[in-house]
């Protein structure tokens, strides 16, 4: 019974501590506050739709555009609170402005030499090219020119330096002597006199030009209308001429050809050193041997433009010289037209040998000898500027040693 009164008690007895935990409860469910808002019930809808991810995405990539956008507007207005250095001027009137004078101060001088690297220094001296010319120029010979030599140094050909001097070379390259005068045309071509006689069309005709091209030549300084003829001209006898581009033959200053054991007497023209017809002796192999020690050249090589048909090889005075092949003897001794003491060997089969400028004989005229026996000795003689030998080798015309005589 007790038990029940307290059970009945209790029932009867409110709990303040239930009694405040369902207020609060009461409260929570009726409180507006916690009434889901529109926004809320619109998301939860759209949710419901299927539509939730694509509003995430939106929402994503529209937050990311406006913080860029926060993010440049910041920075511009951190660059605006510092001064522009360029602006520093703007207020600034325009027109003429009064600037103080400054005085100037010398630039230190720098010593070049301790200065690393290379050091370009102007060039003063200009090489301008030379201009064209018509006059006839006058070059004095200096030592060690060679016709070779003073052509290339005036643009020309070898030929027209002899050709336009004959009177002093003579057609001969080894005429070459320091301190001559030559006159260097200003073209290729020939340089001579009109001595009349024929027309001065065929005159010109045998230079391998026209009269036009001669008396027209600002160089000849001729009046072309005071020839209404050109065939015809009546051009002053002993008037020298530059033919332009003209062409002649050399003036033979050399051994003839064809000097033979059976008729010598072609040669006796070159001087006291021809000899007599002779019959029978030795007969050449045909192949050639060098007829000095040395096998280089020391001068003139051959040249049909400068009218050299032979080669000078090298050799000092006294040097033995030898018999380029076996042969008679058909010329020994002094040579006239500049060769100074030569010997001509006639070797049985067309062809012939000459040597010059020799110093001395070891053989005479009519004697047999043997290829590479020795039949003189290098010398100077002549018109020569120096020892060494001259070499030719003919067989019914000058031809090239160098194409006979083995490797050197």
Known sequence: MMTNMQNNFKEDVPNPVENDAKKRRESNTDSPLNQPGLISRWINSLVDMGLGEPLLRIGTNLFSIIAIGLVILLVQGFYRQGENPLSANAGQVSGPVVTESVSS????????????GIARSAQIHTNVPSRPRDEIAIYTVQDGDTVFGIAEKFGLEPQTILWGNYEVLLDDPHSLRPGQELSILPVD???WEWLGGLTFGSWAEFYGVTAADIIEYPGNNLDPKSFPDYENANIEVGTWLIIPHGKREFVSWSAPLGVTRENPASARVLGAG??????GGAIGYGYYVYPTNKHYLSGFDFSTKSNHLGIDLAGNEGEGVYASDAGVIVYAGWNDYGYGNMIMIDHGNGFQSLYAHLSAFNVGCGQSVGQGEVIGAVGSTGRSSGSHLHFELMAGMKVNPWDYLPPP
């Open 189 to 191: 071509g020939v340089y």
């Open 274 to 279: 021809a000899c007599d017809p002779v019959s």
């Open 105 to 116: 101060i010398p630039a230190p001088e720098v010593n070049i030499s301790i200065v690393e």
